[in-house]
């Protein structure tokens, strides 16, 4: 089976620095793949980055980058330059090697971005 | 190009009845998921259709249930709803479950049920 751990319910950072967001997850899969995924309060879960279990190189897309610690099974989420509009509920997601569509989230980190 | 497209945004319902939501995918998308939301449980899965078929299913009872039309729209229905399926459900779509394929979500169906 697969899980993910978000330990942070919610975060302060202030406008311009950056934050890490924290993942663990835990799976006996060779190949996986991890995601994040924002929340904003309207509802609508918007893809941010994917990092998969065989890529080497950290992911990254534009001010988003996953540091990725295959060794420790932690796939943490990096935001550099904070935005006010980066407050949102911030969720990561595992898909298994069998599992198709079936993606498994953590609990959710609530970003509250401060001017 | 297009979105997931949910309808209807908001529905507030009876315990005891029925409801159907329904879910347009990303055209070219195959495989559409569904998602229940809700504060104490966090993302579950429902269900996956993929090519009008069931590819995986959650652990959820019976009454949900889902079906994909050959144009890839899908539909999900709950029967007998209890107070305890109040929920924003989530549709998703991707091209078909490659490992680095995301999916694409709606803006979801508030269900209140009363």
């Known amino acids: 089976a697969q899980k993910i751990t978000q330990t942070q319910p919610g975060m302060f950072v202030q406008e311009k620095e950056a934050v890490t967001l924290d993942c663990t997850y835990d799976?006996?899969?060779?190949?996986?793949?991890l995601f994040w995924y924002k929340q904003p309060s309207s509802g609508e879960m918007i893809f941010l980055i994917y990092?998969?279990?065989?890529?080497?190189q950290n992911a990254t897309e534009g001010r988003y980058s996953l540091n990725f610690q295959k060794a420790r099974k932690s796939a943490n989420l990096v935001i550099s330059a904070s935005q006010l509009g980066d407050s949102a509920m911030y969720f990561c997601a595992m898909r298994g090697e069998y599992n198709f569509n079936k993606f498994y989230f953590g609990s959710g980190t609530k970003l509250n971005v401060k001017p | 190009k297009a979105g997931v497209t949910q309808t209807p945004r908001y529905l507030i319902k009876t315990r005891g009845q029925q409801v159907t939501l329904s879910c347009s995918p990303i055209?070219?998308?195959?495989?559409v998921s569904w998602y229940q939301q809700t504060p104490g449980q966090g993302l579950q899965f429902l269900f996956e259709y993929f090519s009008e078929t069931q590819r995986n299913k959650g652990n959820f009872p019976g009454r949900f249930s889902g079906r994909q039309f050959s144009n890839s729209r899908s539909e999900m229905n709950v029967s007998t709803l209890e107070l305890g399926d109040s929920a924003l459900y989530l549709c998703?779509?991707?091209?078909?479950?490659?490992?680095?394929?995301?999916?694409?979500f709606g803006n979801g169906t508030r269900l209140t049920v009363t």
């Open positions: 799976t006996s899969d060779q190949s996986y793949g």
């Open positions: 055209s070219g998308h195959r495989s």
């Open positions: 998703a779509s991707s091209l078909g479950g490659g490992s680095n394929s995301p999916l694409h």
């Open positions: 990092q998969g279990s065989y890529d080497e």
